[in-house]
């Protein structure tokens, strides 16, 4: 790829000759460019200050990191979402929890995972009721009708 001549902070300062009061043409003359280059430079750095520019950068370097690490997630999950196509085991909710249980061991969330499967966090660590229970867990709960 061709090394550029100007830096961006040369960039900024060349605009900023032209923004003072100088002519374009001679901005253009002085500093060996084309007005294609020039106006191609105003449309993307025009009114940006040298703070700007830096700040401008920090960002996308964030989201350049940003991309870098949330890509590794996005892959796991795509790789539960094949096996869960492929698989229909899926009959009982207990083979959906060992489901989630095995894809958090592979480093994929249990966020993640239970939305994979359409299933809530809180219901995947729920506890399961038991054969004898009604649900109620107060003195307030009638029991069912036996009769």
């Not at 449309?43 to 520019?53: M, N, R, V």
Request: proline share 4%.
């Amino acid at each position: 790829m061709k090394k550029a001549r100007f830096t961006e902070s040369q960039i900024v300062a060349i605009l900023k000759e032209a923004d003072v009061g100088l002519p374009v043409g001679d901005v253009i003359r002085k500093h060996g460019i084309s007005s294609a280059s020039y106006y191609k430079w105003k449309a993307k750095y025009g009114g940006l200050d040298a703070s700007e520019l830096k700040r401008i950068k920090e960002l996308e370097g964030q989201l350049a990191e940003f991309k870098r690490e949330s890509l590794p997630i996005l892959a796991l999950e795509n790789k539960a979402m094949k096996g869960l196509i492929t698989n229909s085991f899926f009959r009982q909710p207990e083979s959906v929890k060992r489901w989630i249980t095995w894809r958090a061991d592979e480093k994929l969330p249990v966020t993640r995972a239970c939305g994979c499967v359409g299933l809530s966090r809180a219901a995947y660590y729920r506890k399961p009721m038991g054969s004898g229970q009604t649900g109620c867990t107060g003195g307030g709960c009638a029991e069912p009708d036996r009769g």
